[in-house]
């Protein structure tokens, strides 16, 4: 919060400054702000839950979400920072919408309606991550570590802006950081070192499988489409609104190359220690009817920890959430003020418009479904359906008509929805044929500028 008031005095008093820093963040910042806002809660706790779950499977989560997003970065991030100055954007469905000029007014208020509806409920998640932590500690109700997260952000975020969102981000993922790794350090000397613990992790049928069992096609297809589905999932990170406002902050064009290097070498180093740590909660914590595998890293850390450390690991697991709450409620008012009210200029109102969204964003975590990892997938695969074909299109220099853009757009986003309501995800990620059919819609329909 310190950090976050701080911010203050850089501020501008602009919308410009309140959204995008006004394109003034130095790369390594950019870099860590990114990665700490797509290293969420989700890491701490769905991540976690969901290798408790499937086992050593689970890498390849972990290696698609990587590799996909690396291969986005490379295709993608530098002329979208490029086309944000040239445009002098200020959300991600302005740029989305106008990449050609300022024609895309419609094509925009339907970009901001979908990404509200989507981002609310990513912030929701977030929220719920910080009550499901609480809960564990002090058995409180999930609902009061949503409220504490959600005043916490409101209270810097009005303060600051983008400016303070991304100064903590920067905290937040040394605390994440050293957080997931003493956990890792400890988990593997209470079992008795790595050998020890491989002994314990194949004592359990089909744990240390490479692949799960139930893959929508045989044989080496049925892997392939597995893996696949996960890359799209890290390249799914070019239709969410939240990381990539990251990149319009950055100073210079130029400097891509650097953000990116603070930012894949703290996601590897993280994303393998939270996987090491999954693994290791199912022997630790052995399977249980009444147990919420969601539950499983707070858990371990009151079990293995001594007071200080048990703070520190929830200190890691809040920085998660607020880290990545703080930016999606950033990116509904932008979309809010900027997309679907573009009238609204006053700072003022602007700030009133972040305060609202932090009240539905918890409303919402405390009414809704409970489950980490479900909300964040639904949320991420359903933006980057809608979106991520778009994007790529305008990058390889296709230039389509706002009616093609809005028919790729929804038919992207419906697929993913079917593949996900007919539990087809559980097989490949939603993400791969609405991405797809998406682009389909726009290569087919589209020429080349």
């Not at 203050?8 to 790369?27: G, H, L, N």
């Not at 200020?90 to 339907?110: A, I, M, P, T």
């Not at 491989?198 to 892997?223: A, Q, T, W, Y």
């Not at 593949?419 to 998406?438: D, K, V």
Request: with cysteine.
């Amino acid at each position: 919060m310190i950090i976050g008031f701080a911010s203050f005095y850089k501020s501008r008093s602009t919308k410009s400054d309140y959204y995008i820093a006004e394109r003034t963040i130095s790369p390594w910042l950019v870099g860590l702000s990114a990665v700490a806002t797509a290293n969420s809660g989700y890491m701490f706790i769905g991540v976690i839950g969901f290798t408790y779950i499937t086992g050593l499977a689970s890498i390849w989560l972990m290696f698609g979400w990587i590799i996909g997003d690396f291969l986005a970065s490379i295709f993608v991030h530098s002329r979208f920072r490029q086309m944000s100055e040239i445009n002098q954007s200020l959300s991600y469905g302005d740029l989305l919408s106008n990449w050609y000029g300022k024609n895309g007014e419609f094509l925009q208020k339907v970009i901001g309606i979908i990404s509200l509806i989507f981002l609310i409920t990513y912030a929701a998640a977030q929220l719920i991550a910080s009550g499901k932590a609480l809960y564990v500690l002090f058995n409180w109700p999930v609902w009061t570590g949503a409220l504490i997260g959600s005043t916490i952000i409101a209270l810097y975020c009005i303060f600051g802006g983008i400016r303070a969102s991304i100064w903590t981000d920067t905290v937040q993922s040394i605390v994440m950081f050293i957080s997931m790794l003493i956990l890792l350090l400890v988990a593997l000397h209470s079992l008795g070192g790595i050998s020890n613990s491989l002994v314990m992790l194949r004592s359990i049928d089909g744990f240390l499988n490479l692949f799960p069992e139930n893959l929508i096609l045989p044989g080496f297809s049925g892997k392939l489409l597995f893996f696949l589905g996960w890359i799209f999932a890290g390249l799914s990170v070019i239709g969410q609104p939240h990381i990539m406002v990251r990149f319009m902050t950055l100073d210079k064009v130029e400097n891509m190359g650097k953000a990116r290097l603070s930012y894949y070498v703290w996601f590897t180093l993280f994303y393998s220690f939270a996987t090491g740590v999954g693994l290791l909660s199912r022997v630790l914590l052995p399977e249980n009817n009444s147990f919420d595998p969601e539950m499983a890293l707070p858990t371990i850390a009151l079990e293995l920890l001594n007071p200080f450390f048990i703070g520190l690991i929830f200190a890691g697991i809040f920085a998660a959430t607020i880290s990545t709450a703080d930016s999606l409620i950033l990116s509904c008012s932008a979309t809010l003020t900027n997309d679907l009210f573009k009238k609204i200029a006053s700072i003022f109102y602007v700030k009133v418009g972040t305060l609202a969204i932090i009240i539905l964003s918890f409303f919402i975590a405390t009414l809704g479904p409970k489950s980490v990892f479900s909300l964040v997938i639904l949320s991420w695969s359903g933006l980057a359906s809608a979106f991520a074909p778009l994007l790529l299109t305008y990058c390889i220099g296709f230039r389509p008509s706002q009616k093609i853009s809005l028919l790729a757009i929804f038919i992207g986003l419906f697929i993913s929805l079917i593949w996900r309501y007919f539990n087809l995800h559980n097989q490949i990620y939603e993400g791969l044929p609405g991405i797809l059919s998406g682009l389909l819609i726009l290569l087919f329909f589209t020429k080349n500028k």
